[in-house]
């Protein structure tokens, strides 16, 4: 009696082995055709990727344009945030923003008639020595006009066009103002040259700093999927 339940546990542990060992080789099939999956859509990825590279890398860059004198390109620009042009006004310093309108006001830019090209969004950082403040002015450029936003008084590290809260009152609605201000301000601006004599660097500056975005994406993409 006692062999004969020896010998059915004995079989039972037996086939509880087999159990095991019949689920483990079935996890590890499972764990293989999982890994084949997810290297096969590496590939087909890692392949888009690359053919896309290589077709914006041979795009032809715009004709070369300079901004219009006095205003300078500030190195370094093409890689950063930050202001684009600078040039100065008796002692002031002006410094020039630029980002795609689209960017800026979602909706824009979806017709497909109008892909945002030809609307520019500028932020105009007038300072001056000694003042913590600087006067901004938030603008839209286009080919043939330029239509200021808003008008306010900003700490000059507040100067950026990310959108953000400014730390204090940021001014009142610029189409609220009486139109003899308004006026007043535009040839405020336009006497330090902000124009849109601007439009034409400006929009060719950002298709090339577009296009280096682009191609460092797809570059950063490719390399984090490829390593261990």
């Known amino acids: ?10 079989a039972c542990q037996s086939w509880r082995l087999i159990a095991k060992r019949g689920a483990a080789a079935g996890n590890g099939k499972h764990a293989s055709t999982s890994a084949s999956a997810a290297a096969a859509v590496n590939s087909l990825l890692l392949r888009s990727l690359k053919e896309h590279y290589l077709e ?57 008639e109008d892909d945002g090209i030809n609307q520019l969004f500028l932020l105009v950082d007038v300072s001056k020595p000694g003042q913590e ?26 100067s950026s066009l990310d959108v953000v809260p400014p730390s204090k009152y940021n001014g009142p609605v610029f189409q609220d103002l009486d139109e003899k201000m308004r006026d007043a301000f535009h040839s405020f601006i336009e006497e330090r040259g902000v124009n849109e004599s601007l439009f034409p660097f400006l ?7 577009d296009h280096r975005n682009l191609l460092r994406w797809f570059k950063s993409v490719g390399t984090f999927i490829t390593e261990k």
């Open 1 to 10: 009696m006692w062999r004969r339940a020896l010998m059915d546990s004995k």
């Open 133 to 158: 403040d600087s006067l901004q002015f938030l603008c839209g450029l286009y080919p043939d006009a330029l239509g200021i936003h808003s008008v306010s008084m900003r700490p000059k590290d507040e």
């Open 56 to 112: 914006v890398s041979k795009m032809n860059p715009p004709p070369k344009v300079s901004p219009p004198s006095p205003f300078t390109i500030i190195k370094g620009a093409l890689d950063s945030n930050g202001p684009v042009l600078k040039r100065t006004y008796g002692k002031e310093e002006i410094s020039i923003f630029v980002m795609r309108l689209a960017n800026i006001i979602r909706g824009e830019g979806d017709d497909p």
């Open 203 to 209: 929009q060719a500056w950002l298709y090339v700093k």
